[in-house]
């Protein structure tokens, strides 16, 4: 059974700092583009930030580029991201994912097959 599971929110107060972890296991991800995905109440999922399997290529959305650094650990199957300079609209549940294998890194939900259940990041102003 494929998992990813995501660890490391809770509740941090404006600027500063989380690290956010994904572990995968039924099978590797050492082939498949990964990503991070936030969910704030109301609103749509939005992209956060994406890591190419080929070469470790990372995509920032805008609004996060230069705080959140993504990273990736195929002996381990894991993931990560490293935010920091947090602010209050970065509040939100955030989603770890994997593509099918062999895509590139993408913005767009459509391209993920696999999803984790989410864990939620609240910065206090």
């Known amino acids: 059974q494929v998992q990813l599971v995501e660890s490391g929110g809770g509740l941090v107060q404006a600027g500063g700092s989380l690290r956010l972890s994904c572990a995968a296991s039924?099978?590797?991800?050492?082939?498949?583009?990964m990503g991070w995905f936030r969910q704030a109440p109301g609103k749509e999922r939005e992209f956060v930030a994406s890591?190419?399997?080929?070469?470790?290529?990372?995509y920032y959305a805008d609004s996060v580029k230069g705080r959140f650094t993504m990273s990736r650990d195929n002996g381990k199957n894991t993931v990560s991201l490293q935010m920091n300079s947090l602010k209050p609209e970065d509040t939100a549940v955030y989603y770890c994912?994997?593509?099918?294998?062999?895509?590139?890194?993408?913005?767009?939900?459509?391209?993920?097959?696999?999803w984790g259940q989410g864990t939620q990041v609240t910065v206090s102003s």
């Open positions: 890591i190419g399997w080929i070469t470790g290529s990372t």
């Open positions: 994912a994997a593509t099918r294998p062999l895509l590139g890194p993408s913005r767009y939900r459509s391209n993920y097959d696999y």
């Open positions: 039924g099978r590797t991800f050492s082939n498949c583009a």
